[in-house]
């Protein structure tokens, strides 16, 4: 993938984004009336679990496109942690969904009409975004947390959309390996893509190894950023993520915990304010802790961390 092409995609990219923020419609509906809809639910008001989920969506999208862009034109923006928030809500509602009818059992599951085994309830897709954004964002603590609850609910059975997926297989495994935890193949049978495999077997390597590396997984990522088609969905397709090398920075992350110097590695997806770590921990916006505060006394499935 020749540089010029890269800059094209990634300037074509950041102008879909500024246009769709832009668009009225999503001022109204994705951002203010999803806003609406989290206060009533906070309020203690009756709101359909549904709308709220889609609210959590809504606004993780928002947020996240919102806080690439001002990152990308050197404004101070807390928007892109924001949006890890609504992922961390949407992922413990779901998951506490799957927990409960696990716990009641065969027998109660049907006599209470729900189906059972329980169908799986969360993306694999995402939850492999959640992981790596909670350690790009510098959540470490809770992205361990996260990372742990992910390989017990490969065995769980809580994941769709695992056949197809590019992204999880690889950030579990890094994780596993990080963490000296053994993986069966049996858990984890999907393969890791060919431009990933090099990053896990460098994973300790000395920065000028790993380089060729990172810019592979660069191109492959941006290879995943485009829309969705009939035959095909991509890793990286909404939100933040066409210009948010969140996985290359979930590696970083990693590296940097190991006591490891990352490369300076010349792409445009590394090169520009939000392909770095940030210096600033993330932390929640106050207009949404009461939201955060809400979902996570009731609703079991909150990991537990000591930053959450």
Not at 180 to 199: K, N, R, T
Request: glycine share 6%; net charge negative.
């Amino acid at each position: 993938m020749s540089s010029s092409h890269v800059h094209l995609q990634i300037e074509q990219a950041l102008a879909e984004k500024k246009s769709w923020l832009a668009d009225e419609f999503n001022q109204q509906f994705l951002c203010q009336k999803s806003l609406e809809t989290l206060d009533e639910f906070v309020a203690g008001r009756e709101s359909h679990i549904g709308k709220v989920l889609g609210s959590f969506t809504s606004l993780s999208h928002w947020f996240g496109v919102k806080g690439v862009i001002d990152i990308l034109e050197g404004r101070s923006s807390n928007y892109l942690c924001d949006s890890f928030w609504f992922d961390m809500f949407h992922h413990t509602v779901m998951n506490s969904s799957f927990q409960t009818t696990k716990k009641e059992g065969a027998f109660r599951a049907i006599i209470k009409r729900k189906v059972w085994p329980p169908r799986p309830t969360i993306s694999f897709n995402d939850q492999g975004l959640l992981l790596a954004k909670s350690f790009a964002l510098g959540l470490v603590p809770l992205g361990e947390a996260i990372g742990h609850q992910s390989l017990a609910g490969l065995k769980d059975g809580i994941f769709y959309g695992r056949s197809q997926n590019q992204l999880t297989p690889f950030l579990l495994t890094a994780f596993a390996k990080w963490k000296q935890i053994p993986l069966p193949p049996e858990d984890l049978p999907e393969a890791i893509p060919d431009a990933y495999v090099p990053l896990l077997d460098k994973l300790t390597s000395p920065p000028e190894k790993i380089q060729t590396a990172l810019m592979t997984a660069c191109n492959f990522h941006l290879s995943r950023s485009r829309m969705p088609d009939d035959w095909n969905t991509y890793e990286f397709s909404h939100g933040p993520y066409p210009v948010y090398p969140v996985e290359i920075l979930f590696l970083f992350r990693i590296r940097q915990l190991l006591g490891l110097e990352n490369p300076e590695v010349d792409h445009p997806l590394l090169n520009s304010p939000v392909g770095k770590l940030p210096e600033i921990k993330c932390a929640i916006s106050p207009q949404f802790e009461p939201l955060r505060d809400k979902i996570r006394s009731e609703y079991s499935a909150w990991p537990a961390a000591t930053d959450s």
